[in-house]
T-cell receptor, first 115, second 115 residues
Framework: SQQGEEDPQALSIQEGENATMNCSYK?????LQWYRQNSGRGLVHLIL?????REKHSGRLRVTLDTSKKSSSLLITASRAADTASYFC???????????????FGQGTILTVHP | EPEVTQTPSHQVTQMGQEVILRCVPI?????FYWYRQILGQKVEFLVS????????KSEIFDDQFSVERPDGSNFTLKIRSTKLEDSAMYFC?????????????FGEGSRLTVL
């Protein structure tokens, strides 16, 4: 089954605008994480939200989690050109007991912020 | 700030050759992982490693793959006989906690091209 599907696939905005990316998943999760990837680079952890949390903030980032709908959103406020990157949600499943670092990534949203 | 380092950054090899990708995880981390990303596709979990043994592995991680922590600092991924479809970016990651999968710290990746 597909896990962590993001939409939109691509998002183009102007500097200063907010960017919202959505993620849907299918199985029961322990937590959901968002990562950022600059082109050709490694993944950088942004924020983790646990299954018993509904909302979390970190600087200009706001993440929500709705486990009844199996969905999450990442909001970047007051975007900057430096936010241009791919953003991935990744789920840590709790199916079958403890998971050891197995994250299931989505396809990602390519965010372009124009100066 | 501590980081995960990977070598080589890019390796080109002939089909059927053995390849070893190397990683130095963050020094106080105990859990280590390999993921891969085929161009244009999702990041996929390969294997997790703790206490000198594999904790979990995916279907991708077949008998052609092996992992080792030979000297207490390096963590290696070996592909015994490379295939064309092994061409991908391979990411090493490490974490402080392993159970229930917290934040992963990724390296910059090793790009493997199999000709």
């Amino acid at each position: 089954s597909q896990q962590g599907e993001e939409d939109p696939q691509a998002l183009s905005i102007q500097e200063g605008e907010n960017a919202t990316m959505n993620c849907s998943y299918k199985t029961s999760i322990n937590n959901l994480q968002w990562y950022r990837q600059n082109s050709g680079r490694g993944l950088v952890h942004l924020i983790l939200i646990r299954s018993n949390e509904r909302e979390k903030h970190s600087g200009r980032l706001r993440v929500t989690l709705d486990t009844s709908k199996k969905s999450s959103s990442l909001l970047i406020t007051a975007s900057r050109a430096a936010d241009t990157a791919s953003y991935f949600c990744a789920t840590a499943s709790n199916a079958g007991g403890t998971s050891y670092g197995k994250l299931t990534f989505g396809q990602g949203t390519i965010l372009t912020v124009h100066p | 700030e501590p980081e995960v380092t990977q070598t080589p950054s890019h390796q080109v090899t002939q089909m059927g050759q053995e390849v070893i990708l190397r990683c130095v995880p963050i020094s106080n981390h105990l859990y280590f992982y390999w993921y891969r990303q085929i161009l244009g596709q999702k990041v996929e979990f390969l294997v997790s490693f703790y206490n000198n043994e594999i904790s979990e592995k995916s279907e991708i991680f077949d008998d052609q793959f092996s992992v080792e922590r030979p000297d207490g600092s390096n963590f290696t991924l070996k592909i015994r006989s490379t295939k064309l479809e092994d061409s991908a970016m391979y990411f090493c990651a490490s974490s402080r906690e392993g159970r229930n999968t917290g934040e992963l710290f990724f390296g910059e990746g090793s790009r493997l091209t199999v000709l």
